[in-house]
């Protein structure tokens, strides 16, 4: 059973800044592409943003400028910085891998990301 861990959500005021992290075993990290996806309370689950394993980056229209996705690849972690946030980020927050050649897709448990205040 392959684990991905989120962890870094937490209750945080209009403006300010989050690091989400999620850490997935190393076999499956390094020939992964990494995403981040949120669920808003009564909405879809939408596309936050992905990091190829080449480091290219792509994010959703309502997060660009704000967010930053970045991967450590010998900790086997990939990061979701979270800057300038609005109550519309209020969401759960779930990574996910996508091996490549495989289509397999291995999702976290998410973690909880509240902006009020």
């Known amino acids: 059973q392959v684990q991905l861990v989120e962890s870094g959500g937490d209750l945080v005021q209009p403006g300010g800044s989050l690091r989400l992290s999620c850490a997935a075993p190393?076999?499956?990290?390094?020939?992964?592409?990494m995403g981040w996806y949120r669920r808003a309370p009564g909405k879809e689950r939408e596309w936050v943003a992905r990091?190829?394993?080449?480091?290219?980056?792509n994010y959703a229209d309502s997060v660009k400028g704000r967010f930053a996705i970045s991967r450590d690849n010998a900790k086997n972690t990939v990061y979701l910085q979270m800057n300038s946030l609005k109550p519309e980020d209020t969401a759960v927050y779930y990574c996910?891998?996508?091996?490549?050649?495989?289509?397999?897709?291995?999702w976290g448990q998410g973690t909880q990301v509240t902006v009020s205040s």
């Open positions: 190393g076999s499956i990290f390094s020939i992964s592409a």
């Open positions: 996910n891998a996508i091996v490549l050649y495989s289509g397999i897709i291995y």
């Open positions: 990091i190829t394993t080449s480091n290219a980056t």
